[in-house]
């Protein structure tokens, strides 16, 4: 094979790889119109407290896109993405561990742990966050796991 059709095999080949890999992503994350934790900003969870993106100033990463409230939050989060995406595609935590289902979260109620975003479901007096933080260690395993499961 000669070079130039080499390069534009291979070039064709990651851009396939590429796009496999979004659309895998955006078919298991926990998306809303394509977007990522119900429009809130990722990096918003590791400064002061949750608060709603702005889908003015958005970033896609790998096929999610995500919201964010200020230009500085999306900044941050496109010098390293994987530090700011939600674990589990964005799915309830708790769930996943549990039993490796996908359940809608509650943007409000998760958990920072090892500089990772953990989301729950919190809704008619069940708050996911309470009975993950009775066995954690276990929970977080499993939910890697299943999680990997999903995913492949």
């Not at 799915?91 to 996943?96: K, N, P, S």
């Not at 509650?106 to 090892?114: A, Q, V, W």
């Amino acid at each position: 094979m000669n070079k130039p059709i080499f390069i534009l095999f291979l070039s064709f080949l990651t851009m396939t790889i590429a796009a496999q890999t979004s659309t895998k992503r955006a078919t298991a994350f926990n998306l809303e119109n394509k977007i990522a934790i119900q429009g809130y900003d990722p990096v918003a969870y590791f400064k002061v407290k949750p608060s709603k993106g702005n889908k003015e100033i958005s970033a896609t990463f790998e096929g999610v896109i995500y919201n964010f409230s200020s230009v500085s939050n999306r900044d941050t989060f496109l010098k390293k993405p994987m530090s700011y995406e939600p674990q589990f595609g964005g799915w309830c935590a708790y769930a996943m561990g549990s039993s490796g289902d996908k359940v809608t979260i509650n943007p409000e109620t998760f958990k920072i742990i090892e500089g990772k975003l953990y989301l729950f479901y919190n809704a008619f007096f069940n708050n996911t966050l309470k009975n993950w933080n009775k066995d954690e260690v276990n929970l977080k395993k499993k939910a890697e796991t299943n999680w990997k499961k999903t995913i492949n």
